[in-house]
């Protein structure tokens, strides 16, 4: 089948399938657009830090650190080891080659550049031609409520990692924050092929990017079949805190469970080849497929598992 792909990613689970949807679509890779989650978006050191969107763009330029899942790989920490000579916070662990993309969105956006063009600058730099696309060019900022109170998302996630009970999110900014508008474009392609939900944390990677102001409304009108894969496979997530959250928020730790978060939204969602299928969703069609991606080939073979996934909708 031809026909454009959209895909919304965030964290490493997302990066991953979107590198997959890349490879799927190589042939005709101006065929994919991916929207990222900007809400894990924060200042630090006087820098812009964008974790979502790097992971995608080290993911497509093959620069992941294949084993941390974010990051650059072949890492060299000399950055770091100064600043904590002169007493500068460490926490966020920030590797020389990594700080490269930091330090040269932060100056484009302190030249006037929205976060969409210094993002389309270093995808160019880096060679890919996939179109790589913050949510909103606009500032949203991942707030997670927790036993602790109300914290920052990087706070949570890296300097507490993750202890802290969660009780609730918001998403700062998102109320008044202006969907990018090649976001929405995309999403009104008559030429829709497929709407994919990367594997990512639906709270706080996919929720985001559907509370940012008429993203949610474009997918549920597009012409379209949206097809969600699950972020937890045999009870567990892969990589990042989706179980633990689930858990605090007295969800069962099942694809169903994320699949039930997403009815009204979603055609289609893929459970992994070890889990069962759910019932009594209604309106949604399950799919089932090896869901692990530890290789390159795994990244390509899911990728391909949700198009086809997709294609059984497409009557056209
Ligand atoms: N995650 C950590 O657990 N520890 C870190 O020190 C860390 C640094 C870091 C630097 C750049 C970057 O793009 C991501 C980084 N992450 C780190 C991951 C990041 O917090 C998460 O990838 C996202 O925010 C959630 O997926």
């Known amino acids: 089948m031809t026909g454009h792909v959209v895909a919304l990613s965030g964290g490493v689970g997302g990066a991953k399938l979107a590198h997959g949807l890349a490879l799927a679509l190589a042939s005709a890779s101006e065929d994919l657009t991916l929207i990222v989650n900007t809400g894990d978006d924060f200042e630090h050191l006087g820098l812009h830090i964008a974790p979502d969107l790097d992971s995608v763009v080290y993911a497509l330029a093959g620069l992941s650190d294949p084993v941390r899942g974010w990051g650059r790989r072949d890492e060299s920490w000399t950055f770091m080891k100064a600043l904590a000579g002169l007493g500068g916070d460490t926490w966020f662990q920030l590797g020389d080659g990594d700080l490269a993309m930091h330090v040269q969105r932060s100056l484009r956006l302190a030249q006037g550049a929205t976060l969409t063009q210094a993002t389309a600058e270093?995808?160019?730099?880096?060679?890919?031609?996939?179109?790589?696309?913050?949510?909103?060019?606009?500032?949203?900022?991942?707030?997670?409520?927790?036993?602790?109170?109300?914290?920052?998302?990087?706070?949570?996630?890296?300097r507490l990692q993750c202890r802290p009970a969660v009780r609730g999110f918001t998403f700062a900014g998102a109320e008044g924050a202006r969907a990018q508008p090649d976001v929405l474009a995309a999403l009104q392609r008559p030429d829709l092929r497929a709407i994919i939900i990367c594997p990512s944390n639906p709270f706080v990677s996919?929720?985001?990017?559907?509370?940012?102001?008429?993203?949610?409304?474009?997918i549920e009108r597009a012409a379209a079949p949206v097809i969600a894969v699950t972020p937890i496979i045999g009870g567990k997530a892969i990589k990042g805190p989706a179980a633990k959250m689930m858990t605090e928020l007295g969800l069962e730790v099942t694809g169903a469970a994320v699949a039930a978060r997403y009815v009204g939204l979603i055609d289609g969602f893929i459970v992994d080849q070890g889990d069962p299928i759910p019932d009594g969703l209604s309106g949604i069609r399950f799919f089932r497929t090896a869901t692990l991606m530890s290789t390159t080939d795994d990244r390509l073979s899911l990728a391909r598992a949700a198009l086809a996934a997709a294609d059984t909708f497409n009557t056209r």
């Open 122 to 158: 270093l995808c160019q730099a880096l060679g890919i031609v996939t179109r790589v696309l913050p949510m909103s060019d606009d500032p949203v900022r991942t707030r997670v409520r927790t036993e602790e109170g109300w914290l920052d998302f990087q706070d949570y996630f890296v």
């Open 206 to 218: 996919v929720e985001p990017i559907l509370a940012v102001p008429g993203i949610r409304a474009a």
